[in-house]
Every structure is written in structure tokens, then in C-alpha cells.
């Protein structure tokens, strides 16, 4: 019921997005209500939800939007938090909630309340819906007062069919009014207002593209030209209207115009029952005893395993009685009679205990009726449908939850190799690579101490100064075999000098190349020592996906106990449906045993009456 | 222990049912129209997976393309959908024979693969729900009345 | 159809069956343990699927969409087709009125890469109409998201097509 609200105003939030985007980079609470669109407009509403409540902060829209998808999913009491909520939040921030988005919460509220059977918060909540100068709203509003008050509801002098033009509900609301006026004694005004009425029904088929969507029927969001009333509705609105003017002449004794009305009524219409039951009424009031004959025989054909052919039954013999046709009351009653004993065959057979295969197709046709007709059962095959769809989902679920379980022990066991064989090689490595670093930085130190280290030259000077030293040691040994080396000395002296004249000069291009090759070399250790961080927090991930396991397990857990409960949930709802099933069979039958026996009596009263006339026209012959 | 049992309960109770859900497809139509199934929700829908290559194929279109006609006012739609990777043998036949229901394209056989269509030609029926509901494989002529049945089945529901 | 009347007057008997309450909530529970339980799976799976370090995200959305009608998008990543789709009247529609459809999600390494997005569809004309636009990134620690754009260029009344990066959700 809530439902159809829903629709019309996710619409409505819809329109209010923004054409133009105000800036290149969005909201991130914009692009999670934007993307949550597009599952709603595929009508998936379901992921649409799960989409909106990733979003990291949540604005006004968004909340009216989550109520709506939850409305959508039948879920009204989460619905109805969010919606108290945002009309709490918005009557303390006084930021002004736009007033349309405003209505559009307080009509569903109130319309919630309804449902509860809390009249009168839904008055209160009625009473806070402000007109907003479109009056989109106006239709929902008119109609939820006239429930809430009903019958003491507004009329005004007469049909405000101008003002309700537009709005879907103007039917309903008319209809509701000529109701009303009907009760307060004034059927003929009532009757005036319907007539006036009826011809108006394709009117309402020129309605704004958005209020269309109080049909409930999603499809019709995606068609350029807009909303046009189904057919079906509109027939069944003017049956409705046609029913309700029948009913009035019927108060009123004008057996002659209700008589017109439903002589034509539609066979197929989901009225045609209460209009046939009618319609017999008023032909056995007016003694029409032909056309009533043949009202009760379609009332049999057309409304198998109703009341009213069962009543109808013992009816034709009956009415047949009242023609004064005894042999054929007696023939009738004896049909009757059978008719029951089949009735009683067929329902039995069809009344077998409903598998949930069996609720998705419908099951036999005794068990549609019952389930159709009957608002609580009606209620628990929704019910039963709902958790059938949410445990056909469970599977995939399941292989989800398999899916992420492989992979994460795939990721762990990575985890393993990177851990105990790859980390430690390489941190070996690297520890090496930067030892020896450091004992090369230490020994170029030092030599650097020494003026003209061996170890700071190489080519052709490193030869000669090695050449030189190898010389200069030559020295002391030559002065000790009693030499002249004086000579020998200055000369050494002075290559010594040249030497260091070269080292001087090219001193400072060789530190030059020494620092950039160590600088280099320091680089491209710390390069090494990065990646092999880096390695090492991926490394780290081993907690993590341990806790993601452990979530995993948790979940699937969760899965398997949700799914018990779905299931057991299931099985008690069907149970109560089988049960509440039974209780109709046995009422049923009872009525029928009843009936059988009413029926029987009729047919003994009759049988005495022709064995009677026949005994008069065989004395008569005889004398 | 236990929730291992109760697991094979639950999908022992999974495997009664009847329906599955029939594979969502968007497909290019004859028209250039992109068709998508799922939007479908709410219409019987009737798939006929065929190839031009395939007599018995050719001799039903004529009896779907009247199914079409008699049943799309009550909620009924009929598709065509052609298995072949070029298209133009069937494009010059649809050009000769030109039928009322739309025919879909599935040049890339991704809708033929995820029905597991392997005779030609193969029907599949969907309920209002979206779940599939019968499959014929081949055709012979006669196959026609079983579609109708099938359908009338379903609009009852 | 039942519903329909219903609102009428029949309604009221609804009303008084007001016990219906505890079924109710139970079951709301049950349907809100599902949705939690699939909030959660999605958290994991984008968290150990599509890890920030690897994850590429592209999505797509029109503004106005008067001087085109999309017809099909195709992805290519460095080459490769990586996503296609073909896009229904209804689809077309929930773009034109601000939806933003995830259109492709996947891993790529770290480096640079290259996306292609051809747009096929009709313009404004009626004429037939393809444009490939082309997107080079680098791929770092964090995720690429990437929404591509349709807009209405009101000056000379075509389309434009647009690569926007998204900053970190």
C-alpha cells in the first residue's frame, strides 16, 4: 500500500538532481546518490540501497532517497526511522528541508501511521504537510485526510474537479465524497456527482509525467510521452464508479436504473462478483424470474467456489418453486444436490497443503481464490514469495563469499613466500652491499689522511708513484753498501715533487669522480633499501588478511544462520498459510454440509408436492 | 558439524525448485534498437534462438511471427535471436520474409552461450517474473500449439 | 489491481488488523541482516579484488544529452578491449537524468597506461556518429578512478566528450 507512494516521490527527488554540474570535482555523497540512481531506475532497488549506504556522508536527498529504495524493498519500519529522523533533523537545523521534500515524507508517514491503524498520528502528520503553490501533492493529501476522517470528511459544494485535475487520485476522491454525501441522506446529490464522474476518468489520463508514477509501475518512468492510465485501471475505476451508482439506486428502490447498470456489467471484471450478487438481488426484488434464472447459472460458471454459486445453486430451485414449475424445482434441487457433492470432491482436492513451488505458480484454483480473496492470507503469500527470493539469492552469496575466501588464502600464502624466503634473502643482501659501502667510505678516509696515498691513484700515475716508492725504499739499502745515494736522492726528490705537483692538480677532479661514483653508489642503495620497505609493508599484510579471514568466517557464518532463519521463517509462514487454509476448508465444507441439507429439505417439500399433483392427475385420470 | 549438515539441507531444499532465473542479455535489434531482457520484467517473454543455415528454423517463423500477432496485446512478447557471427544471410532473409516481432542479433553468441542453446532451433519461455520457464529444442511442425499452451499456462498466473 | 480498490473504502477493514505488526518486524530484520551481509561481502571484495595499489575504475554519465543519443561505449586498455556495452532507451533516459553508471572495474600495475572510450551513437541529425577519446595515466598507489562525461556543447550543437578524474572517495 505504502508502496505506491514510493515511486512518485523518488521521481520527485529525481527531477530535483542537478541538470548542470555546478563544478568539475563532485561530492563524494553526490556520486554515491548519482550511481545509486542508475540501479534505481533499473529498477534493482536492492543494490540501488547497498550503493546509497556506502557513501561516506549522507545528505538530506540521499536519506529520502535510502527511505524510498526501503519502501520499495517492502520494508516500512526502517523506511519510517529515516524519514522521523530527517523531519526531526530539519526542525532543529531550521534549515529550510525543501518544502516538497518535506510533504513528501510527512504523506508517507502519515500513510504508514494508516496502515498501522494509528489514526491519529497520521492526522498529525496530515496536518503538518504545508501546500506547496505546484499542489503536486494535493491529490495524496485529500485522499489520506478522507481516510483519516472517514466518514466525517470535508464536501465541498461541488466536485472540485478543476482544482483535482492533475492529480491521480481524483477518482478516489470524488467517489469517497459521493460516499459520503450517500450516507448523510443525500444519494441523489451522490448519484449526480458520479455521473458527473465517469466520463472525467480519461481526463485523469493527461497527468504530469511525474505524479503518473502512483500507479506503481516503474516501466512507465522510461516512456517519453509520459504516464497514460493502464487501460486495466481504467475499466476498473469505472466499474467501481458504475458499482457504487448501481448500489445507490438500490438504497434509493430505483430497481429500473440500477437494473441498466448491471445488466451490462463486464464479465471479467474483478467486481463482477459483488455486481452479479446484485444484480440477483434486485431481479429476485423485482420477481423477473427468467432473467434471474439465468443470472444465478452464470454466477455458477463464472464464480466456481464462491458463496455466491453456491447459494445460487439452491436458488434456481427455489425461484423455480415461486414460478409455481414444481417438476422442475424438483429437477433443479436434484442438480443442486449433485452440484454440492462435487463441490465438496473438488475442493477437497484442491485444498492439498501448499508447497512454496506451488504459492509461486498459484497453486489449484480453489487455493488462488482463497488467497486472492482474503487479505491475511493474501498477506502471507507476499510474505513466503519475499523469503523465497532472498534464499534464491543465498547461493550467490555463497560462491561469493567462496570466491574472496580463495583468494585470500592465495594472498596469504604469497604473504608466506614473500616472508620467509624473499624478505630475508634480500635484506641479507642489501646488509652486505652496505657493509662493504661503508668500509670503502672508510678506507678512501684514510687514505685520504695521507698525502699522496697509493690507494687515491691509478693509470699511469699510480705506476709511477709506485715505481717511486719502490725506489725510495731502494735507498736505504744503497746507502748501506756504502754508495753515493746523494745524488740519487735529490733526483728521487725531485720526481717526488713533480709528482706532487701533478696530485695537487688533478686532486680535486679525482675527488670530483670519487664522490659521484659513491654518491651513485649510496643511491642506488637507497633505492634498494626503499623497495625492500615497501616490500616488507606488503609484508605487514599478513595480520590483515588473517583478520579478513577471520571476517570471512564470521560472514559465512552469519550467511548459513541467516539463511536457517529465512528458511525456518519460511516454513512457519507456510504452515500458518497451510493452516489458515484448512480453517476456510473446513468452513467451507461446513457451509456446504449446510447447505446440502437446506437444500434437501427443499427438494423432500417439492417431491411432496408432485408426488401430490401427480396422485390428483392420476385420480383425476382414473375417474 | 552441524552447520555442515544443515548446509546440505539447505541446498537439498534449493534443488526442488522449479524456476531459475532466465540470463539477462542486451542485444542489437534489426531496427538498431538496443533490447535488454530484464526490462522486460512483468511480459511473457518468448526467445527463438535460430540460424539461417536451418530449415526447420525458417518453417517456424512464420507460425512465431502469427503467435506474435495474436498474443501482444495481452502482455506477450516474441523475439528472434540469431546465433550466426555475420549476420547477413540472415539480415537478406529477414529482408525477404519480414516478420512483426523484433529479432536481436547475438553475433558474439554471449545470449546463445548462457541459454546453452545447442540444437537449432531452441524456444525458451520466460514468466512475468523473469524466470525461465520451458525450453523446446528443435521444431516440428506442431511445436506452435505447445508455445500456446505454455503461454496460456503463464498468463493465467 | 487488488490494491487499487482498496484504497477506496474496502481499505478500512484493512485497517484493523493492526497484529500484523511483529510478523512484519521480524521479517524487516531478516531482509536488513541481508543487506548488511551484502554491504560487508562488497567492502571485502573491493578491498582484496580491486586494492587501491592496482585498482582502475571507470564510470560513465551524460549531462542533458540532447544532441546525442548513445548507442554503445567500448573500452580499450593499452590495446585491449577490456568492456562493452550497449545502452537501451531506458538506459539512455536514467543517464539523461543524472544517473552515473559503473561501467568497468579492474586491476592494472603499477605504470603508465593508456584508455581508449569510443562512443558510438546518433547525432544530432539523425546521422550516425563514433568518436574515440583517449586518456594516458599513470598508475601510483592510489586508485584511478575516471568518470567519463557526455556533454552538450551548446555552441555548435555537439556532443563533447570528456575524461574526468575523481579525487580519492
Known amino acids: ?623 | ?157 | 489491481m487488488r490494491t487499487l480498490f482498496l484504497t477506496g473504502l474496502l481499505w478500512l477493514s484493512m485497517l484493523a488488523s493492526a497484529e500484523t505488526e511483529p510478523v512484519n518486524t521480524q521479517l524487516e530484520q531478516l531482509k536488513q541482516q541481508v543487506i548488511q551481509l551484502n554491504r560487508e561481502l562488497f567492502l571485502l571484495e573491493e578491498e582484496l579484488l580491486f586494492p587501491p595499489e592496482t585498482q582502475l575504475a571507470v564510470y560513465l554519465s551524460a549531462d542533458m544529452g540532447q544532441f546525442f543519443q548513445l548507442d554503445s561505449v567500448e573500452l580499450i586498455l593499452n590495446d585491449k578491449p577490456v568492456e562493452a556495452h550497449l545502452y537501451t532507451t531506458q538506459q539512455w533516459d536514467a543517464l539523461k537524468r543524472g544517473a552515473i553508471q559503473p561501467l568497468f572495474k579492474g586491476n592494472v600495475k603499477a605504470g603508465e597506461h593508456n584508455l581508449t572510450a569510443v562512443f558510438i551513437g546518433k547525432g544530432p541529425d539523425n546521422r550516425d556518429y563514433r568518436r574515440a577519446v583517449s586518456y594516458p595515466f599513470t598508475k601510483a598507489e592510489e586508485a584511478v578512478l575516471l568518470e567519463l562525461q557526455i556533454k552538450d556543447r551548446s555552441s555548435d550543437y555537439q556532443p563533447d566528450f570528456i575524461v574526468q578524474p575523481w579525487s580519492n572517495d
Not at chain 1, 534464491?392 to 616472508?419: C, M, N, S
Not at chain 2, 548446509?7 to 542485444?27: E, G, I, N
Open chain 2, 1 to 157: 558439524m552441524k552447520s555442515s549438515i544443515l548446509a546440505v539441507v539447505f541446498s537439498l531444499y534449493c534443488s526442488l525448485l522449479h524456476a531459475a532465473p532466465a540470463p539477462d542479455f542486451t542485444l542489437k535489434a534489426l531496427d538498431g534498437a538496443n533490447l535488454r531482457l530484464a526490462e522486460q520484467r512483468g511480459d511473457i517473454v518468448l526467445i527463438n534462438f535460430w540460424a539461417s543455415w536451418c530449415g526447420p528454423c525458417i518453417q517456424e517463423m512464420p507460425q512465431l511471427d502469427k503467435l506474435a500477432q495474436k498474443y501482444q496485446m495481452l502482455g506477450v512478447q516474441v523475439w528472434g535471436v540469431n546465433v550466426e557471427n555475420d549476420s547477413a544471410a540472415a539480415k537478406a532473409y529477414l529482408n525477404k520474409v519480414q516478420v512483426q516481432f523484433p529479432v536481436l542479433f547475438d553475433t558474439d553468441n554471449s545470449a546463445s552461450k548462457a541459454y546453452q542453446v545447442e540444437a537449432m532451433p531452441t524456444t525458451v519461455i520466460i514468466d512475468k517474473d523473469g524466470q525461465l520457464r520451458t525450453v523446446h529444442r528443435g521444431y516440428k511442425p506442431g511445436y506452435e500449439k505447445k508455445y500456446e499452451d505454455d503461454i496460456k499456462t503463464l498468463l493465467r498466473e
Open chain 1, 1 to 623: 500500500m505504502v508502496q505506491r507512494l514510493a515511486p512518485a516521490f523518488l521521481l520527485a527527488l529525481s527531477i530535483s538532481l542537478p541538470w548542470q554540474s555546478v563544478s568539475a570535482q563532485f561530492e563524494n555523497g553526490e556520486k554515491h546518490y548519482r550511481q545509486a540512481a542508475w540501479s534505481f531506475y533499473l529498477q534493482q532497488p536492492a543494490q540501488a540501497l547497498e550503493t546509497l549506504q556506502l557513501a561516506p556522508e549522507q545528505d538530506k536527498r540521499a536519506q529520502l532517497l535510502e527511505a524510498g529504495l526501503y519502501l520499495q524493498l517492502n520494508m516500512p519500519q526502517h523506511a519510517t526511522t529515516l524519514l522521523e529522523d530527517l523531519l526531526l533533523k530539519a526542525e532543529k537545523d531550521q534549515e529550510a528541508l525543501p518544502q516538497s521534500l518535506r510533504n513528501i515524507a510527512l504523506l508517507q508517514l502519515a500513510r504508514y501511521q494508516l496502515e498501522l491503524g494509528d489514526k491519529p498520528s497520521a492526522k498529525r502528520y496530515l496536518s503538518a504537510v504545508s501546500e506547496s503553490d505546484k499542489g503536486e501533492w494535493l491529490g495524496q493529501q485529500q485522499l489520506l485526510n478522507q481516510l483519516v476522517n472517514w466518514p466525517d470528511i470535508s464536501i465541498p459544494n461541488k466536485p472540485d474537479f478543476t482544482l483535482l485535475a492533475m492529480q491521480p487520485e481524483m477518482p478516489y476522491i470524488v467517489s469517497n465524497q459521493a460516499l459520503a454525501l450517500a450516507r448523510a441522506q443525500k444519494s441523489d446529490i451522490a448519484l449526480q456527482w458520479l455521473a458527473q464522474l465517469k466520463p472525467r476518468l480519461n481526463d485523469t489520463a493527461q497527468q504530469s509525467f511525474w505524479s503518473a508514477l502512483f500507479s506503481g509501475q516503474w516501466r512507465f518512468l522510461s516512456q517519453p510521452e509520459g504516464f497514460v492510465y493502464p487501460a486495466q485501471e481504467r475499466q476498473a475505476l469505472a466499474d467501481y464508479i458504475g458499482l457504487t451508482q448501481a448500489q445507490l439506486h438500490i438504497e434509493r428502490q430505483e430497481f429500473a436504473a440500477a437494473d441498466v447498470i448491471l445488466a451490462n456489467f463486464a464479465a471479467d471484471s474483478a467486481l463482477s462478483g459483488t455486481a452479479l450478487s446484485l444484480y440477483s438481488h434486485i431481479l429476485t426484488e423485482q420477481r423477473h424470474i427468467p432473467a434471474l434464472l439465468a443470472v444465478l447459472q452464470q454466477q455458477i460458471k463464472q464464480q466456481p467456489f464462491s458463496q455466491s454459486a453456491w447459494q445460487a445453486a439452491t436458488r434456481i430451485g427455489e425461484q423455480l418453486e415461486r414460478a409455481l414449475q414444481p417438476r422442475d424445482a424438483l429437477g433443479a434441487y436434484h442438480w443442486a444436490e449433485q452440484y454440492y457433492e462435487q463441490q465438496v470432491q473438488l475442493i477437497q482436492q484442491q485444498a492439498r497443503p501448499l508447497q512454496v513451488s506451488q504459492l509461486q505458480q498459484g497453486g489449484s484454483q480453489w487455493q488462488q481464490l482463497q488467497l486472492s480473496s482474503d487479505n491475511n492470507l493474501h498477506r502471507l503469500q507476499q510474505d513466503v514469495l519475499a523469503l523465497q527470493q532472498q534464499l534464491a539469492d543465498a547461493p550467490i552469496r555463497q560462491q561469493r563469499l567462496a570466491q574472496l575466501q580463495q583468494v585470500t588464502e592465495f594472498k596469504l600464502v604469497q604473504q608466506q613466500q614473500l616472508l620467509r624466503t624473499q624478505l630475508p634473502q634480500l635484506t641479507t643482501k642489501l646488509q652486505q652491499l652496505q657493509q662493504q659501502f661503508s668500509q670503502l667510505q672508510q678506507h678512501i678516509e684514510l687514505a685520504q689522511q695521507h698525502p699522496m696515498d697509493l690507494a687515491l691513484w691509478q693509470g699511469q700515475p699510480y705506476e709511477q708513484l709506485s715505481r717511486l716508492e719502490q725506489a725510495e725504499q731502494r735507498l736505504p739499502l744503497l746507502k748501506q753498501s756504502g754508495r753515493d745515494v746523494q745524488g740519487y736522492a735529490q733526483r728521487l726528490q725531485r720526481l717526488r715533487s713533480l709528482l706532487q705537483w701533478q696530485y695537487s692538480n688533478t686532486a680535486t677532479e679525482r675527488n670530483w669522480q670519487r664522490t659521484k661514483q659513491l654518491q651513485i653508489l649510496s643511491e642506488l642503495l637507497s633505492n634498494t633499501e626503499q623497495q625492500l620497505t615497501a616490500l616488507t609493508l606488503q609484508g605487514d599484510q599478513t595480520a590483515r588478511l588473517q583478520q579478513v579471514q577471520h571476517q570471512l568466517a564470521q560472514l559465512s557464518a552469519s550467511q548459513q544462520q541467516l539463511n536457517l532463519a529465512l528458511l525456518s521463517r519460511q516454513q512457519q509462514l507456510l504452515a500458518e498459510l497451510n493452516q489458515q487454509l484448512q480453517q476456510k476448508l473446513q468452513q467451507q465444507l461446513a457451509g456446504l454440509t449446510e447447505l446440502k441439507r437446506h437444500n434437501k429439505e427443499s427438494m423432500a417439500r417439492v417431491m411432496e408436492k408432485v408426488l401430490l399433483t401427480a396422485d390428483t392427475t392420476n385420480s383425476g385420470a382414473t375417474l
